[in-house]
């Protein structure tokens, strides 16, 4: 039998064909007008100005500029530097780390940054999560600030910046608290003067305590004075000198000199602190008196610019290749976001207050490729550093430039004065330290939170617990789950009022205060449920939609059973004030039974010119203005209607329902 083809299917046929080139034509159309477009956009100078922010600025640098960066990045120079040294002993690797990592960051950000407050380096949390995942590993902390520079541009690339918005402020406000107990209480053996002390949170303190008879007098005491020398000059900097004086009356010059004095001791007060107990214990040490703890000597000299290696030895044999990455842990997506999140918090904060505005964007491009670059020079991961940054500011920095001499005073350090560093008492360093991260401890969040939404004083407890006893990663893995399932379970469980009108208590009027999402599509139905047809005789149901600005498809779909349940019981089942998107949502979804109406009151007078269907119901009373009533409880659990509660001034009709979550 011949194969016979009707013509109109081969008509069919060549319809689809010309349909499917011509929407290849309209694809390959579409791709090279945005690839024309795209390269069109990176060849231009508003491009270059976005990803190398210097070309901007310095056209316009003039003297008085260079004034203003070359003190500030003086006075940052002049604080990094010790505190350098006492952030490498954090992330317990040699001290000269400390300063590998303090000069190249702040090069490349004058080039790649949009903050002129920002200053790269090392810090007490990014410190504390090196010594985690880098084991006093030098290696495995280069490396690790490679991975981090890597991860970091890669999300610069992604636009991926987004991914810490999902860490809330009582996971952050936590997870800073904790590190800073965990820093504050690792430092102590080194004030006291104790070895062989363990480094875990539990065991560094029951370490301590069990080792306190063995402390080193010498030590405690230099450590304690230090310590309260630094919380004085702090003090002293801080102090408001204005308070109670007239501000009419002018200062007189000694007054000017006196502050501009107490300011610029307060602002050097860790260099300073460092600088005399190292006079202190090199006088004592060429007397052949040595009875602090000193510091291990430290090689002079830059460091080797070499590429980061990816090995090294461990219990007697060599660690590389895959086995080298898995030492590293999850400190390779976690590090990585704690860098970014501190760099644009502090960023962001120091721009909103001096009035200009910064890429987030860029910021990751920026700390990204300082970690790659400074991981060439020995140095272990970077961010932004809060007190810095706050020196820079206070210190009248104008540009990003401020960070070059804030770079070439440390490798001036580096290249002239490393030998003395072995001078340094430990105790002096520990004191540092525990100063700087007093300020990280934010308790005045404690009771905040509980007077405003006790949930996120929840968060913020577990999630410092968390980081104490389980671990930096589980801590903060543990406070951003809690933080998602507390907001999910907002989502599936939505504010809902069900409303009775005092003119036609037989009209239940259900109000949703936000858009509905899949979580929610049963409750939703349940609520619609319970508000009409809990119990006969059935009530109309409104739903207002005054606050409802998304619908997805489940919900859709469960409002579609809630049309069919209504209308299987010839109870009316209408919407109100719904939005024209949502509006056109709901007709695409082919609902049965849809009726849509532009208010409240439009929708209640289509209900009463209704046919009376029940005898029992009297739905053509005179349309009065709708007035709220008294409110039921709905359990936002079980959906069940609660006890009804009456006032004793309305009518037994008069009635209304609520539920809020």
């Known amino acids: 039998m011949r194969n016979y083809k009707r013509p109109e299917l081969e008509a069919d046929a060549w319809s689809g064909d010309e349909q499917s080139t011509t929407t290849t034509r309209v694809v390959l159309s579409k791709l090279k007008r945005n690839g024309r477009k795209c390269v069109r956009d990176t060849c231009s100078l508003d491009f270059v100005k976005k990803r190398l922010p210097i070309v901007g600025w310095l056209p316009k640098y003039n003297l008085t500029k260079f004034q203003g960066d070359l003190i500030a990045g003086l006075t940052v120079g002049l604080t990094v530097i010790p505190q350098g040294l006492a952030y490498a002993a954090v992330a317990e690797l040699p001290l000269q780390y400390g300063l590998y990592s303090a000069f190249m960051g702040v090069f490349i950000y004058c080039l790649l940054g949009t903050s002129k407050d920002v200053t790269l380096g090392p810090t007490a949390i990014i410190s504390l999560m090196t010594a985690e995942y880098a084991k006093s590993e030098p290696r495995l902390a280069i490396a690790l600030c490679l991975c981090a520079g890597i991860v970091q541009f890669i999300m610069g690339v992604l636009q991926l910046g987004f991914v810490v918005n999902f860490m809330a402020f009582p996971v952050i406000s936590g997870y800073m608290s904790a590190a800073a107990v965990i820093i504050g209480t690792g430092q102590l ?4 003067g104790l070895t062989d002390i363990r480094r875990s949170f539990i065991d560094n303190l029951y370490d301590t305590f069990r080792k306190l008879p063995e402390t080193n007098l010498w030590d405690m005491t230099l450590g304690l004075i230090s310590f309260v020398v630094l919380l004085v000059l ?5 102090r408001d000198w204005d308070r109670g004086r007239d501000p009419y009356t002018p200062l007189t010059t000694k007054q000017r000199a006196g502050r501009k004095a107490i300011w610029l001791i307060g602002t050097g007060r860790n260099a300073l602190v460092v600088i005399v107990c190292t006079i202190l214990a090199g006088v004592m ?8 703890t000193m510091t291990k000597e430290v090689p002079p000299g830059f460091p080797p610019v070499r590429p980061p290696s990816f090995s090294y030895q461990y219990n007697n044999r060599t660690v590389e290749g895959g086995e080298f990455f898995s030492h590293l842990g999850a400190g390779i997506a976690v590090l990585p976001l704690i ?5 644009i918090a502090y960023g962001k904060a120091f721009a909103s207050k001096n009035k200009y505005r910064i890429d987030a964007t860029q910021e990751l491009f920026a700390l990204g490729i300082s970690n790659m670059v400074s991981s060439f020079f020995g140095s272990y991961p970077l961010s932004c550093s809060c007190s810095r ?11 990003p430039l401020g960070g070059i001499f804030t770079g070439l005073l440390v490798i001036l350090a580096l290249a002239f004065i490393m030998p003395y560093f072995k001078y340094i008492p430990s105790a002096c360093l520990g004191a540092v330290i525990i100063a700087s991260v007093l300020n990280m401890f934010e308790y005045q969040a404690i009771p905040k939170q509980w007077k405003v939404h006790k949930l996120d004083l929840l968060v913020w407890m577990v999630t410092f617990l968390c980081v104490l006893f389980l671990g930096i990663q589980f801590g903060i893995l543990v406070g951003v789950g809690l933080g998602l399932l507390i907001e999910l379970y907002g989502l599936a469980k939505p504010g ?3 409303d009775s009108i005092d003119c036609c208590p037989t009209i239940s009027v259900v109000r949703f205060d936000k858009g ?3 979580p929610a599509s049963d409750y939703v139905v349940t609520t619609i449920h319970d508000a009409g047809l809990d119990e006969p005789p059935y009530k109309p149901v409104i739903l207002d939609f005054t606050h409802v600005s998304h619908l997805d498809y489940s919900v859709i779909k469960g409002l579609g059973v809630s049309l069919e349940e209504y209308a299987g019981n010839n109870t009316p089942l209408y919407f109100a004030c719904v939005n024209r998107d949502l509006e056109k949502k709901l007709k695409k979804a082919n609902l049965k039974n849809l009726q849509c109406f532009p208010t409240v009151q439009q929708a209640m007078e289509a209900i009463l010119d209704a046919p009376v269907e029940d005898a029992d119901r009297d739905l053509h009373r005179p349309m009065l203005m709708p007035e709220l009533s008294d409110h039921l409880d709905i359990s936002s659990d079980t959906g069940e209607v609660l006890q009804n509660y009456r006032s004793p001034t309305r009518s037994p ?8 979550v």
């Open 516 to 518: 509905l999402s899949f």
């Open 339 to 343: 860098a970014f999140l501190e760099t």
């Open 189 to 192: 053996k080194l004030v006291f």
């Open 389 to 399: 940054t706050a020196i820079n500011s206070t210190s009248g920095v104008m540009t």
């Open 653 to 660: 009709s008069s009635v209304s329902h609520e539920t809020t």
């Open 285 to 292: 040490w060429g007397s052949n008196v040595r009875p602090f």
């Open 496 to 498: 809902t009022k069900v």
């Open 234 to 238: 702090k003090w002293l900097k801080d």
